[in-house]
Protein backbone atom coordinates (compact mmCIF):
# COMPACT_ATOMS: atom_id res chain seq x y z
CA UNK A 1 0.00 0.00 0.00
CA UNK A 2 1.81 3.00 -0.93
CA UNK A 3 1.69 5.34 2.30
CA UNK A 4 2.61 9.07 2.64
CA UNK A 5 4.23 10.87 5.90
CA UNK A 6 2.72 14.49 6.21
CA UNK A 7 4.25 16.67 8.89
CA UNK A 8 2.91 19.92 10.59
CA UNK A 9 3.77 23.54 9.97
CA UNK A 10 3.80 26.30 12.75
CA UNK A 11 0.76 26.80 14.42
CA UNK A 12 0.47 23.22 15.64
CA UNK A 13 2.64 23.82 18.94
CA UNK A 14 1.48 23.61 22.17
CA UNK A 15 2.83 23.41 25.72
CA UNK A 16 3.61 19.86 26.46
CA UNK A 17 4.03 18.65 23.06
CA UNK A 18 6.85 16.05 23.18
CA UNK A 19 7.24 15.37 26.51
CA UNK A 20 5.41 11.93 26.73
CA UNK A 21 7.61 10.70 23.86
CA UNK A 22 10.44 12.00 25.41
CA UNK A 23 9.61 10.21 28.44
CA UNK A 24 8.55 6.90 27.06
CA UNK A 25 11.33 7.00 24.16
CA UNK A 26 15.00 7.17 24.60
CA UNK A 27 15.29 7.79 20.75
CA UNK A 28 12.85 10.58 21.34
CA UNK A 29 14.70 11.91 24.66
CA UNK A 30 18.01 11.64 22.70
CA UNK A 31 16.78 13.90 19.71
CA UNK A 32 15.70 16.14 22.16
CA UNK A 33 19.25 15.90 24.14
CA UNK A 34 21.08 16.30 20.76
CA UNK A 35 18.54 19.80 20.20
CA UNK A 36 19.89 21.17 23.26
CA UNK A 37 23.58 21.35 22.18
CA UNK A 38 22.83 23.06 18.84
CA UNK A 39 20.26 25.55 19.89
CA UNK A 40 21.74 26.64 22.91
CA UNK A 41 18.96 26.34 25.12
CA UNK A 42 16.63 23.35 27.17
CA UNK A 43 13.84 22.47 24.25
CA UNK A 44 12.17 20.20 26.35
CA UNK A 45 11.83 22.30 28.84
CA UNK A 46 10.76 24.72 27.00
CA UNK A 47 7.89 22.28 24.89
CA UNK A 48 7.33 21.07 28.44
CA UNK A 49 6.79 24.42 30.88
CA UNK A 50 5.78 27.24 27.90
CA UNK A 51 5.74 29.93 28.75
CA UNK A 52 2.70 29.59 25.75
CA UNK A 53 3.74 33.06 23.96
CA UNK A 54 7.62 32.17 24.54
CA UNK A 55 6.67 28.95 22.51
CA UNK A 56 4.29 30.51 19.97
CA UNK A 57 7.18 33.00 18.96
CA UNK A 58 8.54 31.99 15.39
CA UNK A 59 12.13 31.10 16.55
CA UNK A 60 11.11 28.79 19.23
CA UNK A 61 8.22 27.57 17.64
CA UNK A 62 9.86 26.19 14.49
CA UNK A 63 12.92 24.20 16.31
CA UNK A 64 10.10 22.97 18.77
CA UNK A 65 8.16 21.64 16.27
CA UNK A 66 10.76 20.25 13.85
CA UNK A 67 12.57 17.70 16.64
CA UNK A 68 8.58 16.94 18.15
CA UNK A 69 7.95 16.13 14.40
CA UNK A 70 11.02 13.33 14.43
CA UNK A 71 10.64 12.18 17.65
CA UNK A 72 6.99 10.95 16.20
CA UNK A 73 8.97 9.41 13.53
CA UNK A 74 10.34 7.45 16.67
CA UNK A 75 7.03 6.89 17.52
CA UNK A 76 6.04 4.98 14.38
CA UNK A 77 9.33 2.62 14.34
CA UNK A 78 8.41 1.77 17.88
CA UNK A 79 4.90 1.20 17.34
CA UNK A 80 4.31 0.35 14.20
CA UNK A 81 6.63 -2.18 12.90
CA UNK A 82 7.45 -1.88 9.04
CA UNK A 83 5.52 1.72 8.75
CA UNK A 84 8.64 3.73 8.09
CA UNK A 85 9.91 1.41 5.70
CA UNK A 86 6.45 1.29 3.28
CA UNK A 87 6.62 5.40 3.50
CA UNK A 88 7.37 5.83 -0.40
CA UNK A 89 6.54 10.26 -0.12
CA UNK A 90 6.93 12.79 2.22
CA UNK A 91 5.64 16.52 2.59
CA UNK A 92 5.30 18.89 4.87
CA UNK A 93 3.07 22.16 5.40
CA UNK A 94 6.00 25.46 4.92
CA UNK A 95 8.05 24.71 7.70
CA UNK A 96 6.89 20.88 8.21
CA UNK A 97 8.66 20.66 4.38
CA UNK A 98 12.02 20.48 6.17
CA UNK A 99 11.03 17.57 8.91
CA UNK A 100 9.99 15.75 5.48
CA UNK A 101 13.42 16.06 3.71
CA UNK A 102 15.35 15.22 7.44
CA UNK A 103 12.62 11.98 7.27
CA UNK A 104 13.82 11.28 4.02
CA UNK A 105 17.29 11.95 4.50
CA UNK A 106 18.08 14.87 1.97
CA UNK A 107 19.63 16.21 5.69
CA UNK A 108 21.10 15.23 8.73
CA UNK A 109 18.94 16.21 11.95
CA UNK A 110 21.78 18.59 12.73
CA UNK A 111 21.62 20.39 9.24
CA UNK A 112 17.89 20.41 9.56
CA UNK A 113 17.80 21.92 13.06
CA UNK A 114 20.50 24.76 12.58
CA UNK A 115 18.35 25.16 9.20
CA UNK A 116 15.06 25.65 10.71
CA UNK A 117 16.76 27.83 13.85
CA UNK A 118 17.93 30.12 11.17
CA UNK A 119 14.97 30.29 9.10
CA UNK A 120 12.99 30.83 12.78
CA UNK A 121 15.28 33.76 13.56
CA UNK A 122 15.32 35.60 9.68
CA UNK A 123 11.46 35.50 9.72
CA UNK A 124 10.87 37.31 13.16
CA UNK A 125 13.68 40.03 12.07
CA UNK A 126 11.46 40.46 8.79
CA UNK A 127 8.72 40.56 10.58
CA UNK A 128 10.24 43.24 12.96
CA UNK A 129 10.79 45.11 10.43
CA UNK A 130 6.86 46.26 9.28
CA UNK A 131 3.67 45.63 11.20
CA UNK A 132 2.51 42.69 9.31
CA UNK A 133 0.46 39.43 9.57
CA UNK A 134 -1.94 36.50 8.44
CA UNK A 135 -5.57 36.20 8.08
CA UNK A 136 -7.20 32.85 7.44
CA UNK A 137 -10.29 33.41 5.49
CA UNK A 138 -13.13 30.11 5.61
CA UNK A 139 -16.16 29.76 3.21
CA UNK A 140 -14.79 31.22 0.34
CA UNK A 141 -13.14 30.03 -3.32
CA UNK A 142 -10.45 31.02 -4.41
CA UNK A 143 -10.78 33.21 -6.92
CA UNK A 144 -13.06 35.42 -4.57
CA UNK A 145 -10.64 35.46 -2.26
CA UNK A 146 -7.93 36.87 -5.20
CA UNK A 147 -10.23 38.97 -6.25
CA UNK A 148 -10.92 40.81 -2.48
CA UNK A 149 -7.08 40.93 -2.30
CA UNK A 150 -6.76 43.20 -5.36
CA UNK A 151 -9.30 45.20 -4.03
CA UNK A 152 -7.77 45.43 -0.65
CA UNK A 153 -4.39 45.69 -1.15
CA UNK A 154 -4.04 49.61 -1.96
CA UNK A 155 -0.20 50.44 -1.93
CA UNK A 156 0.22 47.74 0.62
CA UNK A 157 1.65 43.89 -0.29
CA UNK A 158 -1.13 41.82 0.25
CA UNK A 159 -1.45 38.14 -1.56
CA UNK A 160 -3.06 34.68 -0.90
CA UNK A 161 -0.33 33.01 0.39
CA UNK A 162 -1.58 29.02 1.51
CA UNK A 163 -3.92 27.30 -0.36
CA UNK A 164 -4.58 24.57 2.13
CA UNK A 165 -7.86 23.35 0.55
CA UNK A 166 -11.35 24.30 -0.78
CA UNK A 167 -12.87 26.93 1.36
CA UNK A 168 -9.41 27.75 3.53
CA UNK A 169 -7.13 30.18 2.35
CA UNK A 170 -4.54 32.43 4.23
CA UNK A 171 -3.76 35.68 2.95
CA UNK A 172 -0.56 37.43 4.24
CA UNK A 173 0.72 40.79 4.11
CA UNK A 174 0.83 44.18 5.81
CA UNK A 175 -1.18 44.92 8.92
CA UNK A 176 -3.47 47.49 7.41
CA UNK A 177 -3.77 45.43 4.48
CA UNK A 178 -4.77 42.53 6.21
CA UNK A 179 -7.50 44.67 8.03
CA UNK A 180 -9.16 45.80 4.74
CA UNK A 181 -9.49 41.98 3.16
CA UNK A 182 -10.59 40.65 6.64
CA UNK A 183 -13.45 43.51 6.71
CA UNK A 184 -14.53 42.64 2.59
CA UNK A 185 -13.97 39.20 3.39
CA UNK A 186 -16.37 39.34 6.20
CA UNK A 187 -18.65 41.39 4.08
CA UNK A 188 -18.63 38.50 1.32
CA UNK A 189 -20.13 36.22 3.53
CA UNK A 190 -16.92 34.41 5.06
CA UNK A 191 -18.54 31.92 7.02
CA UNK A 192 -14.84 33.15 9.44
CA UNK A 193 -12.13 35.35 9.37
CA UNK A 194 -9.62 34.50 11.94
CA UNK A 195 -6.41 37.05 12.48
CA UNK A 196 -3.54 34.59 12.55
CA UNK A 197 -1.52 34.40 15.82
CA UNK A 198 2.06 34.69 13.97
CA UNK A 199 4.61 37.36 13.74
CA UNK A 200 4.23 38.88 10.26
CA UNK A 201 3.81 38.03 6.58
CA UNK A 202 4.91 34.79 6.00
CA UNK A 203 5.24 33.68 1.97
CA UNK A 204 5.28 37.39 0.53
CA UNK A 205 7.59 39.47 -0.81
CA UNK A 206 7.61 41.02 2.83
CA UNK A 207 10.45 38.20 3.72
CA UNK A 208 12.59 39.01 1.03
CA UNK A 209 15.22 39.90 4.02
CA UNK A 210 14.77 36.32 5.31
CA UNK A 211 15.00 35.23 2.01
CA UNK A 212 18.53 36.50 1.56
CA UNK A 213 19.83 35.21 5.39
CA UNK A 214 18.34 31.73 4.91
CA UNK A 215 19.42 31.35 0.65
CA UNK A 216 23.18 31.96 2.32
CA UNK A 217 22.52 29.31 5.20
CA UNK A 218 20.86 26.19 2.56
CA UNK A 219 23.74 27.35 0.20
CA UNK A 220 26.46 26.14 2.81
CA UNK A 221 24.03 23.31 3.94
CA UNK A 222 24.69 19.77 3.24
CA UNK A 223 21.84 18.32 1.49
CA UNK A 224 21.95 15.34 -0.48
CA UNK A 225 19.17 13.37 -2.94
CA UNK A 226 16.66 12.11 -0.60
CA UNK A 227 15.88 8.14 -0.31
CA UNK A 228 12.17 9.38 -0.97
CA UNK A 229 10.60 12.07 -3.06
CA UNK A 230 9.31 15.32 -1.12
CA UNK A 231 6.87 17.34 -2.53
CA UNK A 232 7.36 20.87 -2.54
CA UNK A 233 5.29 23.42 -1.37
CA UNK A 234 6.23 25.72 -4.19
CA UNK A 235 5.45 23.72 -6.96
CA UNK A 236 2.96 21.25 -5.40
CA UNK A 237 5.50 18.60 -7.38
CA UNK A 238 8.36 16.19 -5.85
CA UNK A 239 11.81 16.82 -5.92
CA UNK A 240 14.91 14.45 -5.82
CA UNK A 241 17.77 17.07 -7.04
CA UNK A 242 19.67 18.75 -4.36
CA UNK A 243 20.34 22.09 -6.18
CA UNK A 244 16.20 22.01 -6.45
CA UNK A 245 15.66 21.70 -2.94
CA UNK A 246 18.04 24.32 -2.09
CA UNK A 247 16.10 26.79 -4.66
CA UNK A 248 12.86 25.48 -3.14
CA UNK A 249 13.54 25.62 0.27
CA UNK A 250 14.41 29.61 0.02
CA UNK A 251 11.83 30.41 -2.43
CA UNK A 252 9.06 29.19 -0.05
CA UNK A 253 9.90 32.49 1.93
CA UNK A 254 7.89 34.33 -0.62
CA UNK A 255 5.57 32.17 -2.20
CA UNK A 256 2.48 30.66 -1.52
CA UNK A 257 1.86 27.28 0.14
CA UNK A 258 0.29 25.09 -2.27
CA UNK A 259 -1.12 22.45 0.22
CA UNK A 260 -4.36 21.20 -1.96
CA UNK A 261 -2.79 20.94 -5.12
CA UNK A 262 0.38 19.16 -3.62
CA UNK A 263 -2.50 16.62 -1.80
CA UNK A 264 -4.34 16.30 -4.82
CA UNK A 265 -1.43 15.45 -6.64
CA UNK A 266 0.02 12.54 -3.95
CA UNK A 267 -3.46 11.16 -4.73
CA UNK A 268 -4.33 11.17 -8.17
CA UNK A 269 -0.76 11.38 -9.78
CA UNK A 270 1.35 9.33 -7.26
CA UNK A 271 -1.49 6.84 -6.21
CA UNK A 272 -0.84 7.44 -2.91
CA UNK A 273 -3.27 5.19 -0.28
CA UNK A 274 -2.93 6.48 3.22
CA UNK A 275 -1.16 9.08 5.14
CA UNK A 276 0.12 9.54 8.51
CA UNK A 277 0.15 12.80 10.03
CA UNK A 278 2.98 12.59 11.72
CA UNK A 279 4.01 15.43 15.07
CA UNK A 280 1.88 17.59 17.11
CA UNK A 281 -1.91 18.44 16.26
CA UNK A 282 -3.94 17.37 13.65
CA UNK A 283 -4.19 20.17 11.26
CA UNK A 284 -3.39 18.05 8.44
CA UNK A 285 -5.89 16.20 9.06
CA UNK A 286 -8.03 18.06 8.86
CA UNK A 287 -7.04 19.57 5.58
CA UNK A 288 -7.22 15.97 4.02
CA UNK A 289 -10.40 15.39 4.95
CA UNK A 290 -11.58 18.77 3.37
CA UNK A 291 -9.92 17.94 0.36
CA UNK A 292 -10.76 14.58 -0.28
CA UNK A 293 -13.53 13.18 2.61
CA UNK A 294 -12.54 9.69 2.54
CA UNK A 295 -9.19 9.27 2.20
CA UNK A 296 -7.32 7.71 5.30
CA UNK A 297 -5.10 10.09 7.57
CA UNK A 298 -4.06 8.32 10.73
CA UNK A 299 -2.38 10.83 13.04
CA UNK A 300 0.77 9.72 14.83
CA UNK A 301 1.08 12.39 17.97
CA UNK A 302 4.31 13.91 19.45
Known amino acids: MKTAFLFPGQGAQSVGMGVPLAEALPAARELFDRARGILGYDLLQLCAEGPAERLDATEYSQPALFVCSLAAVEKARKEHAGLVDEVLIAAGLSLGEYSALTFAGAMDFETGLRLVQ ?13 PSGMVSVLGLDTDKVETLVQEARGGDVLQVANLLCRGNIVVSGSKAACERVAELATQAGAMKVIPLA ?75 QRCFEVGPGRVLTGLLKRIDRKFPCENIAA
Not at 206 to 216: F, H, K, V
Not at 227 to 239: M, Y
Open 118 to 130: ERGRAMQAASDLA
Open 198 to 272: VAGAFHTPLMQPAYERLSAAVAQAAIKAPRIPVISNVDAQPHIDPAEIRQLLVKQLVSPVLWEKSMQWMITQYGV
